[in-house]
């Protein structure tokens, strides 16, 4: 089944059909969950915060009623334009395979036909990445997760998340998906930026090998990315452009730097603004090929819904905690999205 529109199309190149045209559309998401964990302690993870005796408090009801504000967003992101939820979502800051399974069992998606890929990654506070697509938009033929080994300022083992990849046909269309969340800015911006670029030169050498296997696939890179997309690990070292103009094979076009000079973010960080929140692409997606898939736009899933409506942190998500006070809200960080069309003959 097909979600068809039916347009007359300005790409983000800016060439527009000359008669009004009926595309296929796809929607790609990744959305940071804040903090899903399960009300289990982890002996080998710093998880003791998030159990019934520990200091958030985290009960089954507060589990339950997270596990439910998930699948409700999730359900929501992409629906106004699409009538369904997401194609293909990435998603981090999850405890286990089981807190994404509850998530998919409500009643706001398990009738969607998701399936999950995920993997336990080694990082410390024993949160991971992982991959949900719709069966019939999506079909897997890899994947595989990547090891970040980086090493703290005494030379000691700094276990943090994977990198998740997935290869997959998105109908004729043979797609790999990079799924990511950067190590944060604890200690700084400055002081951290080297555990991030780190990170940008992991995902590089996996696109460079994708590339060099098979160099007519499609690329998209996406993730809590904990920095800016002006930053060095997007600009330099990806290699990101905000812009489609002479956008070369070993460039990433990055849609959302046009969103961030806009002052537009996906959290409040800090008291301004950011956009961590980021989905990236290879070239041969950015602008329109006969029988292909190509991005049409890019956004910030913000409805009021998600949004503080009052108090200092009024404009910013509605969180699950803050200021170390339950509000029973969503995540800390919006969802983002892109739509890709395919013109149909």
Known sequence: MYWVV???LTTAFGMQEDKKSQYQIRTIAFYNLENLFDTSNDSLTYDDARTPGGKDRWTSKRYWHKIRNMALVISSIGRETRGQ?????????LENGQVIRDVFAHENLQKEDYQLIHYDSPDERGIDVALAYRRKSFIPFSHKSHRLLLE?????RDYTRDLLVVGGMLEEDELYILVNHWPSRSGGESRS??????????NKRVLDSIRLLSPNSALIVMGDFNDNPLDRSLKHILKTKGSY???LETELYNP????????IGSLGYRDQWHLFDQILMSENLAYPQPGKYFFWKAGIFNPPFLVTSEGPYAGYPKRTYASGIYQGGFSDHFPVYIYLLKKMD
């Open 245 to 247: 103009s002479d956008l």
């Open 152 to 156: 703290n300022e005494e030379g000691y």
């Open 256 to 263: 959302m730097e046009k969103l961030y000079k806009k002052g």
């Open 85 to 93: 939820g997401p194609d293909v979502i990435g998603l981090c800051e």
């Open 193 to 202: 930026s080297p555990y991030r670029e780190e990170a940008a030169r992991l």
């Open 6 to 8: 039916v347009l007359v």
